[in-house]
T-cell receptor, first 113, second 114 residues
Framework: LAKTTQPISMDSYEGQEVNITCSHNNIATNDYITWYQQFPSQGPRFIIQGYKTKVTNEVASLFIPADRKSSTLSLPRVSLSDTAVYYCLVGDRLSGGYNKLIFGAGTRLAVHP | SQTIHQWPATLVQPVGSPLSLECTVEGTSNPNLYWYRQAAGRGLQLLFYSVGIGQISSEVPQNLSASRPQDRQFILSSKKLLLSDSGFYLC?????????????FGDGTRLSIL
């Protein structure tokens, strides 16, 4: 099973850029890297997904080095509403080849005024 | 657009009572469906997944069961709840067609067993 390691918690201030790095040393060749955001008492929300190099959307950027053993989620100019738990996941295979996501404990990001 | 609905949002049940949580998806056909449980301060644990009507696979042996009577309906059940069944239950869907499809979650059911 491909597992991920990410910091337990991070603190930042409004307006700063936040980078959360995730290690996934045993990522499989065909696996993508996916990041989710979760607020208390809500389901996780998909943020971004990538395979290699850099992916950017309206919410975040995802940087993946050539060896794909790590990835960095970058949140530009965070606000108080970005306080949440962020999960880094790599795919794994259920029987029949369907997608299984292994959720770790995530990174608790606290944004301060 | 696709939406996912879970109900109820919160539920308090006595030990030994039955359970039925329902999840429905709109705006897509033949989705893969998932049930997760999240303990306080922890990550999500996959309980069941389904790739089609009547097709259920279990990831963790327990006293819970799941059913998929219709394409976009997924039900989590128990005949007799245990204290250890308390937690936050989440339903999710992903597009059919294989791996690496993002999963989209409902808002969850907070289950408390007394």
């Amino acid at each position: 099973l491909a597992k991920t390691t990410q910091p337990i918690s991070m603190d930042s201030y409004e307006g700063q850029e936040v980078n959360i790095t995730c290690s996934h040393n045993n990522i499989a060749t065909n696996d993508y890297i996916t990041w989710y955001q979760q607020f208390p008492s809500q389901g996780p929300r998909f943020i971004i997904q990538g395979y290699k190099t850099k992916v950017t959307n309206e919410v975040a950027s995802l940087f993946i080095p050539a060896d794909r053993k790590s990835s960095t989620l970058s949140l530009p100019r965070v606000s108080l509403s970005d306080t949440a738990v962020y999960y880094c996941l790599v795919g794994d295979r259920l029987s029949g080849g369907y997608n299984k996501l292994i959720f770790g404990a995530g990174t608790r990001l606290a944004v301060h005024p | 657009s696709q939406t996912i609905h879970q109900w109820p949002a919160t539920l308090v049940q006595p030990v030994g009572s039955p359970l039925s949580l329902e999840c429905t998806v709109e705006g897509t056909s033949n989705p893969n469906l998932y049930w997760y449980r999240q303990a306080a301060g922890r990550g999500l644990q996959l309980l069941f997944y389904s790739v089609g009507i009547g097709q259920i696979s279990s990831e963790v042996p327990q006293n819970l069961s799941a059913s998929r009577p219709q394409d976009r309906q997924f039900i989590l059940s128990s005949k007799k709840l245990l204290l250890s069944d308390s937690g936050f239950y989440l339903c999710a869907w992903s597009a059919a067609g294989g791996v690496n499809q993002p999963q989209h979650f409902g808002d969850g059911t907070r289950l408390s067993i007394l």
